[in-house]
């Protein structure tokens, strides 16, 4: 039983290398290959009888929430990069950006000092569908620290096999750069229009 199918992308980066992405491709397919795998020894069990205090269930439930946000942050990952432009100062994006943080460039220095803290993550500019209003999130394990209910505008792989193929671990602000050259800004703003319509009604 197969419910997900590895989606395909074919970027061509600025400060990002083919050799990265195949191999961050392939990491990827892992959480989906995994994802898939989970699902049907839950479903195996369930239909053997098990239920949920089964010791072997519950260990596959609690695996399923790492295997598939890892598939899905990195979906949303590759789908904001590829198509780098300027974000279209007449979106609702930049306009909520310019209304909460004043500039771009003052959101862009804060979402960069969440992607540059220590350790490794995630970092997901999130908007909350009940107010519109956006926040930085750094989020470590794949499936703990979001914010319940809200929606990824942004999404960045800030784990090292993101970039050690082309950069030092000590080197993620080159790395950091390089994302900002290559973002699907378009794609970001189309998420939050999505969450602005919510929020208007």
Not at 43 to 65: C, H, V, W
Not at 86 to 97: E, N, Y
Not at 134 to 148: C, D, I, M, R, S
Request: glycine fraction near 8%; proline fraction near 3%; charge should be negative.
């Amino acid at each position: 039983m197969s419910v997900y199918t590895a989606k395909k992308w074919t970027l061509t980066l600025d400060g990002l290398s083919q050799e990265q992405l195949e191999q961050h491709y392939k990491l990827y397919e892992g959480y989906v290959n995994n994802t898939n795998t989970l699902l049907q020894k839950i479903k195996e069990q369930i239909d053997g009888g098990a239920n949920g205090l089964t010791p072997g269930l519950a260990e596959l439930r609690r695996r399923l929430g790492w295997e598939y946000n890892g598939m899905r942050l990195h979906e949303l990952y590759f789908d904001n990069l590829g198509a780098p432009a300027a974000l279209d100062p007449s979106s609702a994006l930049a306009s909520r950006i310019n209304e909460q943080w004043g500039s771009f460039d003052a959101w862009l220095a804060d979402f960069k000092t969440v992607c540059t803290m220590r350790g490794v993550g995630w970092a997901i500019l999130y908007a909350d569908p009940h107010t519109g209003l956006l926040q930085n999130f750094w989020v470590t394990e794949h499936e703990q620290g979001h914010p319940a209910g809200f929606v990824p505008v942004l999404v960045m792989d800030i784990w090292e096999h993101a970039f050690t193929v082309d950069y030092k671990p000590t080197e993620r602000a080159k790395y950091v750069e390089a994302f900002f050259k290559n973002i699907n800004w378009s794609a970001a703003a189309d998420r939050y229009r999505t969450v602005s319509a919510l929020a208007a009604h």
